[in-house]
């Protein structure tokens, strides 16, 4: 990094052209620049929904146990 | 409650004994040793080290790590040539800081050279060594190491009691029932205008996370014993005990503006907040930023996962007779009492209580009790 320029990273992706054209006049006058930041835009957002929907992963029950104790001593829980 | 970031708590500590007698050491600065234990605890999540050249680059430009995760201000380890000295990739090393007795060791993936302009450029936004986050990149050593991180030691300092990990806050939101929490981050103690946002806040969600950064301060700030205990005041007198708590949050002020209210809304979500509030000229310093920058800059991040709550300022309205904002007061400026923080300090500085329609009594009350409020 040090002098050399740092390069933006991209990849292209095909979408069929009546889909572009489409999004084209979806983004007038939107904050939108260009097609593809709009599609990224909509792809990250929908990942981020995909992902949320997965359960999350549990503390052990020691743990959580050790925790309450914790929370209890600092007067967090009664 | 939302999933940490990129999807999993980190957890950087172990209990296992590991022998370090043979390990180089370098010792680093509070600022660095508190970064480790907010990647050892989590609130860093996803991070498990400091950043490789990769991950700076991607944050510098996409504001991203190099998975896309949302990420804008970099976690750097740097170090110069004399600590470097034998030092090389793929060593595991100790990391030692004195002063807040942390010991870590780090896998050593890269030790690479950076631009300081490039990264005060698109962190700051500004090249001015003025600006106080600028001139910390500045002051850098000329090399940075990344890799990931295990902490082995820590000691107990003051303020423990109000210090809960990522882990113990989202026990306790679910002990709490509580499923909407939003969080507030605040470096002062509050005013009316500060409870005002907070329980418009609190009113459509579950519960409320007060979460002050304490630590490193300039001259003239309130102490942290004073934010802490004006905050204990307030909640007794004037929130439900099941709906309020609060506990610290040990980092450094960056004064990034727009990228570090991400920063600030990321953490907060691996504490477990659904909601984060971002307020005028968030993390702000000087003019450098726009008043609503850290409010645009959300529109960039539809996949953060966590909902921004945003509030322009509040002021009292005479002719309303309320605590009011520019969407629902009709009445011209004149009518308008601003709540100067800086005021406030003045009049408390002289000794003096604040009118009660700025600062609560009580809590004015518990800040006079300190000797000397204010950091000298
Ligand atoms: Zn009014």
Avoid at chain 1, 61 to 75: H, N, S, Y
Avoid at chain 2, 171 to 187: C, G
Avoid at chain 2, 296 to 315: A, H, K, L, M
């Amino acid at each position: 990094m040090a002098g050399e320029k740092i390069e933006k990273k991209y990849t292209t992706i095909s979408i069929p052209t009546p889909l572009a054209e489409k999004i084209k006049k979806r983004i007038e006058g939107t904050g939108f620049t260009n097609v593809s930041s709009y599609v990224t835009y909509v792809l990250r957002e929908i990942l981020a929904g995909i992902e949320e929907e997965k359960t999350d992963e549990a503390f052990t029950k020691e743990d959580e146990e050790r925790i309450k104790e914790r929370l209890r001593a600092l007067g967090y829980l009664d | 409650m939302p999933k940490p970031h990129g999807g999993k708590l980190i957890d950087r500590t172990t209990k296992k004994q590991i022998d370090t007698k043979n390990l180089q050491t370098i010792e680093i600065n509070t600022n660095q040793a508190e970064d480790i234990l907010n990647i050892a605890h989590g609130v860093f999540s996803p991070l498990e080290g400091f950043q490789n050249r990769d991950d700076l680059e991607n944050i510098i430009i996409h504001k991203r790590l190099t998975d896309d995760t949302p990420w804008t201000i970099p976690i750097l380890l740097d170090a110069d040539e004399k600590q470097l000295n034998n030092i090389k990739e793929d060593d595991t090393i100790l990391l030692t800081n004195k002063e807040i007795g942390v010991k870590a060791t780090l896998d050593i993936e890269e030790i690479y050279t950076y631009d300081k302009k490039t990264i005060a450029q698109a962190i700051y936004k500004t090249l001015d060594k003025n600006h106080p986050g600028v001139n910390n990149i500045y002051n850098m050593k000329p090399k940075l190491i990344g890799g990931k991180i295990t902490l082995l030691e820590t000691k107990p300092r003051k303020f423990d009691e109000y210090n809960l990990t990522p882990q113990e806050t989202r026990i306790l939101f679910k002990e709490k029932n509580w499923r909407e929490i939003v969080a507030f981050q605040t470096r002062n103690p509050p005013h009316i205008g500060h409870e005002y946002v907070q329980k418009t806040a609190l009113t459509f969600v579950d519960g409320l996370f007060i979460n002050p950064i304490i630590g490193k301060k300039k001259t003239g700030d309130f102490k942290d014993e004073v934010i802490l205990k004006a905050y204990e005041t307030l909640i007794k007198h004037y929130y439900l005990k099941n709906r309020a708590v609060m506990s610290i949050l040990r980092t450094s002020m960056k004064y990034a503006g727009p990228r570090e209210a991400i920063h600030h809304a990321i953490m907060r979500k691996n504490f477990g907040c659904t909601h984060f509030i971002v307020g005028r000229d968030h993390a702000g310093v000087g003019n450098y930023y726009g008043p609503y920058d850290a409010h645009e800059i959300f529109e960039e991040f539809p996949d953060i996962g966590i909902t921004p709550i945003f509030f322009r300022s509040f002021s009292r309205c005479t002719k309303c007779n309320a605590v009011v904002n520019d969407k629902i007061c009709p009445h011209d400026q004149k009518y308008h009492i601003n709540f100067s923080g800086k005021k406030i300090r003045e009049i408390l500085r002289n000794g003096e209580t604040p009118p009660e329609d700025m600062m609560r009594k009580e809590v004015a009350e518990t800040i006079l009790q300190f000797k000397e409020p204010f950091v000298k």
